[in-house]
């Protein structure tokens, strides 16, 4: 559904189907109170995923996530230098002014949901374009080569 913005607010079509259930996984699996404080860590944690993820991976994952999310993702103009996991983290909590804690949370419960649109294998992609760090806030061990 695309939303026109020239429609005022109150007369806009509401969230697709598909956010809404990602927006209720993110609310379950985070505990939220709220569908509203899930849809904040939604919209945050995409939004930095979004300055990190170039390339195919960055087109094949919007292709896979609720419309409404791929749009939140894709606006955003990839960043020139990659954050590691923790960089990243420590830069949503920078932009929010939330504690890291909550951060690295919201971070946790929304890869969470955005893995299960994605599927393991486009993850294990993102992962080898992504700094080291990503696979623990995406649930998965850090793995690294022998030397």
Do not use: C, N
């Amino acid at each position: 559904m695309i939303s026109d913005a020239r429609v005022p607010l109150e007369h806009q079509q509401p969230y697709g189907t598909a956010y809404e259930q990602m927006l209720e996984k993110v609310r379950y699996e985070g505990a939220y109170p709220s569908r509203e404080r899930a849809d904040e860590a939604v919209r945050l944690v995409l939004a930095g995923l979004g300055r990190q993820l170039t390339g195919d991976e960055r087109v094949d994952l919007a292709a896979r996530l609720p419309l409404e999310a791929a749009r939140i993702l894709t606006a955003q103009i990839p960043d020139t230098q990659p954050l590691t996991g923790w960089d990243f983290v420590k830069d949503l909590a920078a932009r929010t002014g939330a504690s890291l804690a909550t951060t690295r949370w919201d971070t946790g419960s929304v890869f969470s949901a955005i893995a299960t649109h994605a599927g393991p294998d486009l993850i294990t992609r993102i992962l080898r374009q992504l700094p080291t760090g990503y696979a623990l806030l995406f649930g998965r061990a850090e793995l690294t080569p022998a030397a």
